[in-house]
């Protein structure tokens, strides 16, 4: 697969092959000061599904936050969520939710929280091109801060049949900006 440590370890060995099955749109580093949202614009809609790669961080006065997602700058009631969340201390909860605003969130550590920790991610979102029906995406994420933290499991739908995705807008619900270093990584799937 061309990603980029899978490049950077057999170009050691030079044996550089291209399996022709995942390859890296966009990626995107957070700047000093942090960033009120990150987005992916101008998606091609050349590949079967997307991945995006997460490690991010919030500057909310908190130990945690949520960072919000929308295709296409959609933000009305088009969207549904299914979640189970655990937290390693015996608490497991699921939960679902419709006409959301956002395409659901992956929960990620705050400003608060122990210095240098960050939460993680992959969402996948599948047949995004498709304009015969709705957009479905799965997603893991978490983070753990040296004994606390949580897990968390999504699937959320995006009830747009007539548009592929051509844009992603990662924001915090609690308006705080992405901190510095917070990394995106945005994949296109073939076949």
Known sequence: MPII???????????????????????????????????FTNIPQTYTHLQIRVM??????????????????????????????????????????????????????????????????????????NTNKFKTARTIHGYDTNGAGQLIITSSLWRNKVNGISSIRFESQNAANISQYSSFALYGIKG
């Open 56 to 129: 991010t961080r919030s500057l909310r006065a908190n130990t945690a936050d949520a960072i919000l997602w929308r295709f296409n700058s959609d933000s009305g009631s088009n969207y549904t969520l299914h979640s189970i969340y655990g937290d390693g201390s015996g608490t497991a909860l699921a939960d679902n939710a419709a006409n959301l605003s956002y395409g659901y969130y992956f929960t990620t550590t705050g400003n608060s929280a122990t210095a240098n920790i960050y939460g993680v991610g992959i969402i996948d979102i599948y047949d995004y091109a």
């Open 5 to 39: 440590g899978t490049i950077a370890s057999s170009t050691r060995q030079g044996l550089v092959t291209d399996t022709g099955s995942m390859f890296p749109i966009s990626s995107f580093i957070v700047p000093s000061g942090g960033s009120a949202f990150v987005e």
